[in-house]
């Protein structure tokens, strides 16, 4: 028989425990997403995966607390009470299991689906399932307390929507901006705590074996938030870091990488070197194709702003990029030698930047990622006229890309897409027969006329040369290509690897 003084329980409180729960269930959601992205990226894969993972769990964990709610009250609450602290627990420790997990999973399982689908299992499951477990008992104790219990049973799911929509809205808004993805899961570990002390509490259960537990899940929690993560610094879009790869200590050398891919390599005492292919062909093909010396430029994403850097050091004509996170910028100046004042940087999507204004540039140079493929809004028919709009007559589009030798189905696509647009559209890659499946660089070049060589040697740091892919072989790539619209543009299934 309970006898605890909040019993009968007030629906109000009921009503908030669901919503709580909810709420920081879903900010556990949100989270993943990022946790993962240094290991396997930001990318359609990844979110799909969270997606389902946590309703997987939630689906499970809604089963198991259907059959606890058919105990008795104090029983099924108390039952409830330890699931919560199971949920504090394993979502404590998420970040240690996906530390644990990402080398073995990804050794064993490199197709991304299954890669990223068991990385996220690993981690994500259980902090979905143990969540998912209070909802059905938190109702039916409601329904059995209340004198109307249709509309007590409707206060409890509206709640559990509404909590789902606030912890999606704090998380992406509140949380991971200001806390971080470490310190956020021990605020979520708190919450479940404290939802499970309460549901003791209304089970007359709140004895010293509960509060242990309670006691060492918050030990946990703080002990998994304090250990240093992949990231130099966790912005509002991307894990960053900062890498020294210097050969000489008196001649500093760093990689910025953007969750899990290398974005840029510079050097202090070479501004005008590029210590990656696909900085080495852009910056190249921008000089063979500027119609003049001191030509204008923008430049779609920063990174580590070694192309930027490049060309404000190298002539006077105008420098503007769009770099949608601040993060990126300010880490680019603390640790990449970018100085600000001779650039014109806008903090904003480089699409809107385009639509809003109408300067025309010499040279727009496409380097934006999520994971390994260009965004979605950045590779359609309608984005490209923007483009060809907001070029001088003799202008020229630059545009980096990723794609496996074998296939180049994102690369078919994308010139299909381009030559929609453009008279003139030219692949250039490394001067070398790939292997079998490999992934590589390619620029595409796009404008009114072909570039003056097909072939050149820079160095990238050390010399390589690069060459333009035969006419017939792009025609053919062109004729296969499917032309991506705002409608419909499937890059990230295009660039995808298959077995």
């Known amino acids: 028989m309970i006898r605890s003084p909040l ?55 809604h089963w198991w607390g259907g059959r606890l709610a058919d105990r008795p009250a104090d029983q099924a609450l108390r039952a409830t009470a330890w699931a919560l602290m199971a949920a504090a627990l394993s979502t404590a420790l998420a970040g240690l299991a996906l530390r644990g997990a990402a080398g073995p999973v990804l050794s064993v399982l490199p197709q991304p689906i299954a890669g990223i689908t068991a990385l996220t299992l690993a981690a994500f499951f259980l902090p979905s399932l143990f969540a998912g477990i209070p909802a059905p008992v938190l109702a039916q104790v409601a329904h059995g307390a209340s004198a109307a219990p249709g509309r007590a049973l409707g ?18 808004f509140v949380f991971i901006s200001w806390l971080g993805s470490a310190w956020t899961l021990a605020v979520v570990t708190a919450t479940y705590l404290l939802c499970a002390l309460i549901c003791l509490a209304l089970a007359a259960r709140l004895h ?15 002990l998994a938030a304090t250990r240093p993560g992949p990231c130099t610094v966790e912005s509002r879009h991307f894990c960053l870091q900062s890498v020294d790869v210097s050969a000489n200590p008196a001649r500093p050398t760093r990689a910025m990488v953007i969750d899990h891919l290398v974005h840029g390599i510079s050097a202090r005492d070479a501004p005008e ?22 030509f204008t430029s923008f430049h779609i994403g920063g990174g580590n702003y070694a192309l930027p850097r490049a060309f404000a050091a190298r002539h006077p004509g ?14 680019a100046v603390r640790d990449f030698w970018l100085d600000p004042a001779g650039i014109e940087i806008r903090h904003a999507d480089a699409r809107q930047v385009l639509a809003r204004d109408t300067t025309r540039y010499d040279i727009i140079v496409g380097d934006a ?13 309608e984005f490209f006229a923007l483009i060809a709009a907001r070029l001088t007559p003799d202008g020229s589009y630059l545009m980096n890309v990723i794609d496996y030798a074998d296939r180049l189905d994102a690369v078919a696509a994308l010139v299909a897409t381009l030559r929609s647009v453009f008279a003139e559209v030219e692949l ?40 333009a892919l ?30």
């Open 273 to 294: 070197v590029m210590f990656t292919r696909h900085a080495a062909m852009l910056d190249a093909l921008a000089r063979l194709r500027a119609p003049q010396p001191a």
């Open 470 to 499: 035969g006419p017939r072989f792009v025609d053919q790539l062109a004729d296969r290509g499917l032309v991506l619209t705002d409608d419909y543009a499937p890059i990230d299934r295009l660039v995808g690897a298959r077995d």
């Open 428 to 467: 250039w890659t490394e001067a070398r027969r790939p292997d079998p499946g490999e992934r590589i660089v390619i620029v595409i070049a796009a404008g009114r006329t072909a570039t003056a060589t097909d072939s050149f040697t820079v160095p990238a740091p050390d010399r390589t040369t690069f060459a």
């Open 7 to 61: 019993w009968p329980p007030p629906l109000w409180l009921l009503v908030a425990l669901q919503a709580v729960v909810s709420a920081a269930s879903l900010v556990v959601e949100i989270v993943a997403g990022r946790m993962l992205a240094p290991y396997v990226g930001m990318s359609l894969y990844t979110w799909t995966s969270v997606i389902a993972v946590v309703l997987a769990g939630f689906s499970a964990g």
């Open 208 to 222: 010293r074996l509960p509060l242990a537990a309670a006691a060492l899940v918050a030990g946990l929690a703080a």
């Open 318 to 331: 105008t420098v503007t990029v769009a770099e949608i996170d601040p993060e990126v910028t300010a880490l």
């Open 155 to 172: 206060a409890m799911f509206a709640a559990g929507a509404i909590g789902a929509i606030a912890g999606t809205l704090l998380a992406g």
């Open 369 to 381: 990622f999520t994971d390994t493929a260009v965004p979605q809004h950045l590779v359609t028919q």
